[in-house]
């Protein structure tokens, strides 16, 4: 409803002094269009009307504070339950609009509005009932939370109520066009771009190329709200030590378990490299897919065959080493293969930590395009590692998409990832969210496109003094029940095609930005057994939730 500071309480690792939480956060809150947005959400008025006047004998005769009290609403609706006093704490001036309506109300003599951050508030007596309007998207996004705890530790009786007295987290597996619909846009801004470029160079003889990269960068933010890193360093790996880690795949023609785009534009190798072809060529081994993209060598009229290898639908960790899984190998010389091949690793047939050299073979000039992947041994080599230059996606930090989900786009089964007893949570509980779950694909032949993230809480008084009437408050996917919470979306670029049965092994952690306790950073991992008993290679990626 409104707002009340923590930046003491949920500040620890990241203070931010007053003025700047005031004007990053707490500014938003003071105008009335804001409070307007959430006074509409029906969904979350209901819930609140009703816990209150459904549950009158946790007010009638009681004392309530009213933590960030916004237009007030809460508060009046307190005192119209027959609350004896109500303390209403708003942090910004907003609480002139609060009294004003307390006033026109007539429950100036119950409601008293107090202008301040409820850590530097102090009552004249403890209360029977805290109730507040603390959730932020995907529940904590915001802290507020932390001023409950800290009110309910200061100032809630023993045999107080917290309203909503409990909350869970969840997530589930989902499809949706956001990702695709935000990659047309980025597709089609930087053709733009790239006419807008020709045309100043023959028009005005400048050449605006080299801002290219920059306003891709740009355009990629503010589309996949994604930003990349750059991997520029060379690896040398001895001979010797990599035929030490070379096995063979188990049966001829078995391929690694590739579903996934290319992604290397470019790699260091001492020459220019020119892409081959603009088309993506296929390599079919079985049931298996991968694409990879032919590059010449300009200089040596050499051809190489690039084939993303060991990053499932395309993702790399920008925490973790690099592994041999990241590097291509370039081979000269060596009778009965391709000219050119790549490792990968991670495949269910490889021993713990083996490595594979796949040869593509099938290209005998330049204009066949490799068709085949076989597995090999290598013997006798000559061996150049060089580290490809990831543009696209790789090593990629991207950040959250609020939507409003259909819940057809729910696509397997939802895990709670965290539950919180207002009474007893304390602001280490909720400082940093850690959850492995499992969920569980129900829909026939669909693609993951990423993850959605939701919340609800509960109204049920406490467990000596429980609620008559237990209210419910979600924000799940709903046709007609959407809130302005939404739900949060974490997208995979690019999605995954699964199955009814497909397993998904998932690991979660959301912890508090270092930059601001009141946003959150996400880190999602996940493995994917598919019902045929491959597994696929995990990922793992990083959001922020702003």
């Known amino acids: 409803m409104g707002t009340s500071a923590n930046a003491g309480a949920g500040g620890r690792g990241a203070p931010v002094p007053k003025d700047v939480d005031y004007a990053n956060y707490f500014c938003t809150y003071a105008f009335l269009y804001h409070q307007k947005e959430m006074l509409s959400d029906r969904v979350r008025m209901d819930a609140y009307f009703n816990a209150i006047f459904e549950n009158k004998r946790h007010f009638a005769g009681k004392t309530v504070l009213d933590v960030g009290t916004g237009s007030g609403i809460l508060a009046i609706w307190s005192a119209q339950a027959g609350a004896r006093k109500v303390y209403a704490v708003e942090a910004t001036k907003m609480s002139e609009h609060a009294r004003a309506l307390v006033k026109a109300n007539n429950l100036q003599n119950v409601v008293e509005v107090i202008e301040g951050s409820m850590e530097d508030v102090t009552l004249p007596e403890k209360v029977d009932v805290i109730i507040s ?97 750059r991997l520029l360093r060379f690896f040398n790996f001895g001979l010797g030590w990599i035929l030490g880690h070379v096995v063979r795949l188990r049966g001829s023609g078995t391929s690694s378990s590739w579903q996934t785009r290319v992604l290397w534009h470019d790699f260091h190798h001492g020459c220019s490299m020119t892409p081959f072809s603009d088309d993506e060529s296929s390599c079919m081994s079985g049931n298996e897919k991968s694409n990879s993209l032919l590059l010449k060598d300009s200089s040596s009229k050499t051809y190489f065959c690039v084939i993303v290898v060991g990053l499932h639908a395309g993702h790399l960790d920008c925490k973790r080493g690099l592994r041999c899984c990241d590097v291509l190998g370039t081979f000269s010389a060596v009778s009965c293969m391709a000219d050119r091949a790549v490792v990968f690793s991670g495949h ?64 397997g089964t939802a895990a709670i990832i965290k539950e919180i007893d207002c009474l007893t949570a304390t602001v280490t509980d909720i400082e940093k969210v850690r959850a492995n779950f499992s969920l569980s694909i129900s829909m026939e032949n669909t693609k993951l496109c990423g993850f959605g993230g939701w919340f609800d809480v509960h109204f049920r008084g406490r467990s000596e003094d429980p609620a008559e009437q237990e209210i419910e408050l979600t924000t799940a996917p709903s046709v007609d029940y959407g809130t302005h919470w939404g739900q949060q979306v974490f997208l995979l670029h690019p999605p995954m095609h699964l199955s009814e049965g497909d397993d998904l092994k998932v690991s979660f952690l959301m912890s508090r930005s270092k930059e601001n306790h009141r946003l959150m950073e996400v880190e999602l991992g996940c493995e994917i057994h598919q019902h045929s008993g491959k597994l696929l290679a995990p990922f793992k990626n990083k959001y922020y939730i702003e």
């Open 133 to 229: 309007e603390w959730m932020g998207y995907f529940l904590l996004r915001e802290s507020m939370f932390d001023s409950v705890i800290h009110a309910r530790d200061h100032w809630l009786k023993p045999t107080g109520v917290m309203y909503p007295s409990h909350a869970r987290m969840w997530m589930a597996p989902i499809r949706t066009g956001i990702g695709d619909h935000k990659l047309a846009e980025y597709a089609s801004t930087m053709d733009e771009w790239h006419a807008f470029v020709d045309e100043t160079k023959t028009y005005y003889g400048v050449d605006m190329g080299s801002l290219t990269k920059p306003f891709s960068e740009e355009q990629r933010k503010y589309y996949l709200q994604a930003s990349s890193c």
């Open 348 to 411: 269910s047939n490889l021993v713990p930590n083996g490595l594979a050299w796949v040869s593509v073979s099938g290209w005998p000039d330049a204009d066949s395009a490799p068709v085949i992947v076989h597995s090999i041994i290598v013997l006798e080599l000559e061996l150049c590692i060089c580290v490809p230059y990831a543009f696209d996606f790789c090593f990629c930090i991207y950040t959250s998409l609020w939507n409003n989900l259909h819940p057809h786009q729910v696509i």
